[in-house]
């Protein structure tokens, strides 16, 4: 079984930044991909960022240009900078690993912007 530990949430106001951290139970190269969801109140939860095992990335529309995904592979870490952070971008955000065909999730963090 594999736990996903994430840290690094909590309240800023507009334009503030967070590094939200996700650390792993074992290797992070074992994983196809790694990631980070959000659910606000009331909507479902949806794909923020995303980091392939190649390195690659991709991420919602919404967050391109202020959300950064990254990895330390020698800490089985994953982090989720996240800059000029808007009142649209609170929620819970949650870790994931993905190693086919099983998908694993973190407990989730906090995420609130607001003045």
């Known amino acids: 079984q594999v736990q996903l530990v994430e840290s690094g949430g909590g309240l800023v106001q507009p334009g503030g930044s967070l590094r939200l951290s996700c650390v792993a139970s074992?290797?992070?190269?074992?994983?196809?991909?790694m990631g980070w969801y959000r659910q606000a109140p009331g909507k479902q939860r949806e794909l923020v960022a995303r980091?392939?095992?190649?390195?690659?990335?991709n991420c919602t529309d919404s967050v391109k240009g202020r959300f950064t995904i990254a990895r330390d592979n020698a800490k089985n870490t994953v982090y989720l900078q996240m800059n000029n952070l808007k009142p649209e971008d609170t929620a819970v955000y949650y870790c994931?690993?993905?190693?086919?065909?099983?998908?694993?999730w973190g407990q989730g963090t906090q995420v609130t912007v607001s003045s």
């Open positions: 994931n690993a993905l190693q086919f065909p099983s998908m694993y």
């Open positions: 074992r290797s992070i190269f074992t994983f196809n991909a």
């Open positions: 980091i392939f095992a190649d390195g690659g990335t």
